[in-house]
């Protein structure tokens, strides 16, 4: 066999064996699950409502959102009614944030909010984020949760990427913020209460 058809048979299987890795990968990666779950809780030294009144109004997340801070250009938008259900908030911004879109789809005040999250840049996703609030020793439980579909890019990313950890990192920052947020805002009704006595 001369060097022309050693060189072509031996590029013949380095392309099987690149697709067969390949082959292997998109098996592997199909198999990873369809949804995802992250979750993050705290307790605040503030009522149920209070700690409510902190997610039921899109114009009070820029003292506790993790991501507000992250471009101090973003352009905000607000729209619907000021806060519950309807209530829209819709950014864009740099390449940190990104461009979406945030609506209340439900509000039981003050157990419980839950909202359809879109993503529209750098990537399009919708996802639901729940937030969950509980009597608890000392104030209030508050439980940040989301959850969504894993396309099949999504699977791949989770595979070398702890999409737990850094958005429940980014959550647990936002809930340390809100925690702050709703305890001076409880101690301030307090202090106005104790006044008006």
Known sequence: MGPEKKGAAMLRKIL????AAIVVLVIVVSTR?????IERSTTMAAPPETAFAQVNDFHAWAAWSPWEKLDPQMKRTFEGPPAGIGSRYAWVGNRE???GRMTIEKS????QVSIKLEFLQPFAATNTATFSFAPAAGGTQVTWAMDGQ??????????????DKMLGDDFNRGLAAMKTAAESAAKANTEAATVAQ
Do not use: L, Q, W, Y
């Not at 099987?16 to 697709?19: K, M």
């Open 108 to 111: 039981d005040k003050p157990t």
């Open 33 to 37: 699950p369809s949804t995802f779950h």
């Open 16 to 19: 099987i064996g690149v697709a």
């Open 150 to 163: 894993n396309n099949f890019m999504a699977k791949a990313a989770h595979m070398v990427m702890d999409m």
């Open 97 to 99: 944030v990104g461009e």
